[in-house]
């Protein structure tokens, strides 16, 4: 249990706590699930619940429900919660028809869900207000719709799901859009990110965590907290849903020995400093962590994007008289691309180590010195870099989970 001030602490978290909402995968999702109920059953329906990942559900109600004899229309109203984001309230659609896949094979710009048992394909697509991606590095093909993969999964295993219930077994084509998305996507990253004509169908848990600012850091404090008061001396520290999947999935280790910090990497590392924490394992995408390389503290978009300016500055001293090879960095979309430049120049390991060291001498310092140990990676090339003693500590924690493990045995 708590102390005293622990307890406190809780208590003001409790008053703060703010209502999460629903991503806008979410919402293409239930919207396509419940236009393939209506169409291959026939009736209309006033709301529809959907299976998210990691176990939660979502029941939503529909709006603009229109039921026809090939073709089935509903929308979702998008509910980000108390997070400030663009599309709260914005409308996403989502059609299911009958398809013979002949026009859906030949055609650009659709994904394919290949039917098991027989099943005939499904087939995805994007009307108006939803991106189209131009640029390499994204999650999403060049020429596809941006529907990155936890939605696409989402909005195929929805449509699949009414398929079997229905007993029906071919082929269905769904087409999601957002009336609004083309406006609302110049108050984005996407015109920047060679996302063009439209909003990005996102999410990764299909639920969207508020982000208010005190609210967040309070939660980070907090929980850094509780972990002090059991007698912890070491904490892994992860920015988001990334950094998790990583130290489980890549590093084997447990989520119990860690705190998601967001873009909060100064707080969270001062946090844990005055904590006590004499050891921090600090993971994360090269996308966040480069930024920590130039010394920003925030690394959230509206702060400024440096990425690729800090990355030639770490990538200069091994550049030789390579040509072009500034250009290319400062003009690289994404940190997946410019780490294939790297790699293509034969200098991605030599700059990564030199990355690391800067982020780990900026996270040192942030954390009033304690033994800040560091992992970057990216999801096309695994680990990028690590500080010397990181390997250690990842054993130690790998040790105390096992240890954990073996006692609740």
Not at 67 to 93: I, N, R, S, Y
Not at 156 to 176: C, H, P, Q, W, Y
């Amino acid at each position: 249990m708590p102390g005293i001030h622990g307890q406190e602490r809780c208590r003001k978290m409790e008053k703060q706590e703010l209502r999460s909402g629903f991503t806008t995968g979410t919402c293409a999702a239930v919207a396509a699930k419940a236009a393939a109920v209506m169409l291959l059953t026939g009736g209309k329906l006033q709301h529809m619940k959907l299976m998210m990942p990691k176990g939660r559900s979502a029941d939503l109600p529909l709006f603009h429900v229109v039921l026809k004899q090939e073709k089935a229309v509903c929308a979702v109203k998008k509910d980000a919660g108390d997070d400030p984001d663009v599309t709260h309230q914005a409308m996403v659609f989502a059609s299911v028809q009958y398809s013979d896949g002949n026009r859906e094979g030949q055609a650009r710009g659709i994904y394919r869900r290949e039917g098991k048992e027989g099943k005939g394909p499904l087939f995805l697509t994007a009307g108006e207000g939803i991106g189209w991606v131009t640029k390499p590095g994204l999650s999403c093909p060049v020429g596809m719709p941006a529907i990155n993969p936890v939605p696409r999964d989402m909005i195929f295993g929805g449509v699949e799901e009414a398929r079997k219930e229905a007993g029906f077994d071919g082929s269905l084509t769904i087409t999601i859009w957002m009336p609004e998305g083309k406006k609302l996507a110049e108050k984005t990253f996407n015109p920047r990110l060679g996302i063009e004509g439209g909003l990005s169908i996102l999410g990764t848990t299909g639920i969207v965590k508020p982000m208010s600012e005190e609210a967040l850091i309070a939660t980070i404090g907090l929980e850094l907290h509780m972990k002090a008061v059991t007698g912890m001396k070491q904490v892994i520290l992860v920015p988001g849903n990334y950094g998790e999947a990583f130290i489980q999935e890549t590093l084997g280790l447990d989520l119990k020995d860690g705190v998601t910090c967001s873009n909060f990497i100064e707080k969270a590392l001062k946090a844990a400093g005055e904590e006590g924490f004499h050891r921090i394992l600090f993971a994360g995408h090269i996308g966040k962590l480069i930024k920590v390389a130039g010394g920003v503290p925030n690394t959230h978009s509206k702060y400024g994007d440096r990425r690729m300016e800090i990355l030639w500055d770490c990538t200069a001293p091994f550049s030789g008289e390579e040509n072009g090879l500034k250009d290319k960095i400062l003009g690289a979309n994404t940190m997946e691309e410019a780490a294939g430049i790297l790699k293509s120049h034969g200098i991605l390991e030599p700059v990564m180590e030199d990355t690391v060291n800067r982020i780990r001498g900026y996270m040192t310092l942030w954390s009033g010195g304690a033994e800040v140990e560091v992992v970057t990676f990216s999801t096309m090339y695994g680990i990028l870099g690590m500080s010397r003693k990181a390997t250690e500590l990842i054993r130690l924690f790998s040790e105390a989970a096992a240890g954990r493990k073996e006692q609740e045995e």
